[in-house]
T-cell receptor, first 111, second 114 residues
Framework: SQQGEEDPQALSIQEGENATMNCSYK?????LQWYRQNSGRGLVHLILIRSNEREKHSGRLRVTLDTSKKSSSLLITASRAADTASYFC???????????FGTGTQLKVEL | NAGVTQTPKFQVLKTGQSMALQCAQDMNHNSMYWYRQDPGMGLRLIYY???????DKGEVPNGYNVSRLNKREFSLRLESAAPSQTSVYFCASSGTSGRVGELFFGEGSRLTVL
């Protein structure tokens, strides 16, 4: 399977702490995306990082990409209870149109 | 803007029954996708359509058929449902058919096959 793998599978932190989740993949990529899924809902796109970028910021999100290690990380700073969700990395495989997702990290932010 | 709309939201089938999940997008997107989500498995691509009139298999196409009816609509059909097809199904669309676009997802269709 070309599916990405994420770790940890689950993460529980206190509000105000930072949350870091990692994604590893096996194929060559042009870009890598991160999505968020609230319980029982569809996925929502968070951020995209291109293969020629090492780091990208968007609000409280920071994404890094290391193409030599085929890995990416998502950092959420100063987490809030509303950040409780599952987070997935995703990347295109199969020559172009197939967006493949990682297995996801379940984040729980407690008050 | 409705975005991506899936129907039905919930469905219970008996083994061997057939049904279609409907998906429509109002963003004039070229590409559309069907995924299934199972616990611990993340999302797996069933079929996708890079543009109107074209469809292609994803990672887990067996037991499914698709129709890209027009640019807006992409349906997923289960011809003879099996318990292994119990899952949450997500439709998504993208504004590009290349490697760049972000996907916009529907809210999911929860299917149980008894």
């Amino acid at each position: 399977s070309q599916q990405g793998e994420e770790d940890p599978q689950a993460l529980s932190i206190q509000e105000g702490e930072n949350a870091t989740m990692n994604c590893s993949y096996k194929t060559s990529i042009n870009n890598l995306q991160w999505y968020r899924q609230n319980s029982g809902r569809g996925l929502v796109h968070l951020i995209l990082i291109r293969s020629n970028e090492r780091e990208k910021h968007s609000g409280r999100l920071r994404v890094t990409l290391d193409t030599s290690k085929k890995s990416s990380s998502l950092l959420i700073t100063a987490s809030r209870a509303a950040d409780t969700a599952s987070y997935f990395c995703a990347f295109f495989t199969g020559g172009g149109n197939k967006l493949t997702f990682g297995t996801g990290t379940q984040l729980k932010v407690e008050l | 803007n409705a975005g991506v709309t899936q129907t039905p939201k919930f469905q219970v089938l008996k083994t061997g029954q057939s049904m279609a999940l409907q998906c429509a997008q109002d963003m004039n997107h070229n590409s559309m996708y069907w995924y299934r989500q199972d616990p611990g498995m993340g999302l797996r691509l069933i079929y996708y359509s890079a543009s109107e009139g074209t469809t292609d298999k994803g990672e887990v196409p067996n037991g499914y058929n698709v129709s890209r009816l027009n640019k807006r609509e992409f349906s997923l059909r289960l011809e003879s449902a099996a318990p292994s097809q119990t899952s949450v199904y997500f439709c998504a669309s993208s504004g590009t058919s290349g490697r760049v676009g972000e996907l916009f997802f529907g809210e999911g269709s929860r299917l149980t096959v008894l």
